[in-house]
């Protein structure tokens, strides 16, 4: 049997299924926090595509709306709370079991990619918890300037990040996705902040 159309058209394939992918899988990986990992990530780039769903949203503390900061500010510790972690202990059942298959919580070119080059043994215990995306983006950017995966309810930026962020610009949003993974699968979620936070900073 000759391999070889096959093999074209499963390159093919990928190369058109890739092409639909949300432009979040070109972009670099982001900081970890917490328990985060770049298997979770990674689940979490799968699932993007998915209607928007803000039922579940994060409420975000800080920073708050337009908020300023001064040129020479200290890096900020941002903060949120999340009804998925207000209801992490209860059970996950019923439609949600539908969620948690494989098939469910990966998109064709992932299958796809998989199948024609497998993935190596994940490097660190499966993820389950609640878990939370931060992206920093500027106006007409394609990749977010700054972002974060952590499993904790807060982002204590680092002075290298917050100098970036002085060197890209004044003006900011930012999206907080949450979702809650039961072994690197998305179970619940993605849920995505209505209306980006903005907040800005003092001109050079």
Known sequence: MNLKPLSIACVAALSLATSACDSS???????????????AWRSLVDVKQRPANSSLA???????????????????RWEWTSPLRASVDRPRSGALALESSPR??????AWLGELLVPTAHAHLPPFTGDIYWVEVSTPGARCPVAQVLTSDLSWQLDATTWAELA????S??????????????????????????TFRRGAP
């Open 25 to 39: 899988s070109e972009c670099a990986e982001p900081l970890y926090g917490g328990r985060a990992t770049d298997e």
């Open 167 to 170: 060197r890209s610009g004044q």
């Open 104 to 109: 469910s919580s990966r998109s064709f070119s």
């Open 58 to 76: 994060v409420t975000v503390v800080s920073p708050t709306e337009g908020e300023l900061y001064a040129t020479d500010a200290a890096p900020p």
């Open 172 to 197: 900011f949003s930012v999206q907080v996705t949450s979702a809650y993974l039961q072994e690197n699968r998305v179970t619940e979620g993605p849920y995505t902040l209505a209306t980006p936070r």
